[in-house]
């Protein structure tokens, strides 16, 4: 879940909301930055600093946009988009008690979709505007 604060004559300050403890993925900082970087394309403001807040321990850690990491944001969006257009597949994960924490386990994972093949689903989405 995110959430943009507004205060008064500062810029707006994203802030995703995590289900577990406290973690510093870099994956996490990354998805809060492309917020900021769609903020700033919608409201033509700069913004410095986000925050994640985990809801099982209570905890939040800010965030700064540093340039490396809207670069590192910048180059995942355009690898992301390079596999859609592409139609490539991921390999599937090696580790896979990895998946039950990812925030993209019911896509990727669709019990509905359990006699479909995956690619075809995936790709059924983006044919229709999904993606």
Same mark, same amino acid.
């Given at each position: 879940?995110?959430?943009?604060?507004?205060?008064?004559?500062?810029?707006?300050?994203?802030?995703?909301?995590?289900?577990?403890?406290?973690?510093?993925?870099?994956?996490?900082?990354?998805?809060?930055?492309?917020?900021?970087?769609?903020?700033?394309?919608?409201?033509?403001?700069?913004?410095?600093?986000?925050?994640?807040?985990?809801?099982?321990?209570?905890?939040?850690?800010?965030?700064?946009?540093?340039?490396?990491?809207?670069?590192?944001?910048?180059?995942?969006?355009?690898?992301?988009?390079?596999?859609?257009?592409?139609?490539?597949?991921?390999? &599937?994960? !090696?580790?896979?008690? #990895?998946?039950?924490?990812?925030? @993209? /386990?019911?896509?990727?994972? &669709?019990? !509905?979709?359990?006699? #479909?093949?995956?690619?075809?689903? @995936? /790709?059924?989405?983006?044919?229709?505007?999904?993606?």
């Amino acid at each position: 879940m995110r959430v943009v604060e507004f205060p008064k004559e500062k810029p707006p300050f994203p802030i995703d909301y995590k289900n577990g403890r406290i973690s510093k993925w870099t994956n996490q900082e990354a998805q809060l930055c492309a917020v900021a970087i769609c903020l700033e394309e919608m409201l033509d403001v700069k913004i410095q600093f986000g925050a994640i807040y985990h809801i099982q321990s209570k905890k939040r850690h800010d965030v700064e946009f540093s340039d490396s990491l809207r670069t590192l944001t910048i180059q995942t969006i355009e690898e992301i988009r390079k596999i859609l257009r592409d139609k490539i597949l991921t390999p &599937p994960v !090696s580790n896979r008690s #990895l998946c039950k924490n990812c925030s @993209l /386990f019911d896509t990727c994972m &669709p019990s !509905s979709y359990s006699d #479909l093949n995956f690619k075809e689903y @995936l /790709f059924r989405i983006k044919d229709s505007g999904g993606y």
